[in-house]
C-alpha cells in the first residue's frame, strides 16, 4: 500500500525554477556600438552574420532580445559571458515554455 | 596573426589618457554595468561579481598599457589577435563609466545620437565626450579589421 506523501511546497518551486526553461535577455544600453554588440552574438553564441544583426536591432528597436532559451546553468554561464562583455544581460524563467 | 597599427596625434590623444585613467581608477573597484542573476546565494553572487571585476582590471590594464613610452615616442598603438578582444572590452567598460559620471549631464539621447555642439560643453565634459568618442573610434576599427580573429579565438 501506498502511502500519500505531502512535498513541501517550497520544495517543489525550486526544483521547478532550476529545472525548467530559463532566457536569457539582452537590454538596450546607449552606450554600446551596433557593430560590437553584433560581433559579440556572434562569439558569444555562433550567430551568422544576419542572425546577430536581427538579434542586435530587437534590442535596439524594442529594448530587449530573447537570445537564447534552455536550462538555468548554461542560462547562467551566457549571462556571465555577455555581462563580461559589458552588456546589460538578464536571466529569466522561460514563462512561455 | 594579422596586425594592425592605428598613428595618433598624440597632442590631441594625449590629454583623453588623462580621462581613460581617472575612469579606470573606478573601475578598480566597482563594474561598469549592472550584473549579477536573480535570486541568486550570496556566495554565487560573491564569486560572480568577484571574476567580473577581475577581468574588467585585466582589461583596464591592457587599454592603460597601450599608451606607453612607445606610444609617446611613435606616436602608434597596435592591435593584434592577442589583445583585440580585452581592448575591446576595455574601451566598452570605460565608456559604460564615462556615460554614469563624467557625461551624466547629457542624457542617453544625446550619447545615443552624438548630436550636441562640443564647443559649448563645459570644459571636462568636453573633454570626457571627446574620450567617449575617441574609444568608439578604437572599437570601430578593430572590429572592421580584426573581426575574424576574435571570432576565430
Redesign the interface.
Known sequence: MTKTVTLPKEDVRTET?LGGPWRVVVLN?????M??VV?VF??VFGFDDQTARRRMLEVHEQGRSVVWRGLREKA?AY??TL??????A???PDEAN | MKRIEVKLAVPIVAPLLDVIREQAAGLRDAL????G???ADPDLGES?GG??LE?QRSEIDALLGLFGEEFFREGAVSFDGDNAEVI??AC??V??RL?EHALKTLG??T??TGELEISRLPRDVNRAFRCYVFL?TL??VI??HL?ES??GG
Request: no cysteine; net charge negative; aromatic share 8%.
Open positions: 525554477a544600453d546607449p552606450v554600446n556600438l557593430s560590437y560581433l556572434r562569439k547562467e549571462v556571465f555581462q563580461q562583455w559589458h552588456l546589460t538578464v536571466l529569466e | 561598469a554595468g549592472p550584473t542573476l536573480p535570486d560572480w571574476e567580473l577581468a575591446l572590452r566598452a567598460a565608456r559604460l556615460r542617453d539621447d550619447l545615443e568608439a572599437q570601430e572590429i572592421q573581426d576574435i571570432l
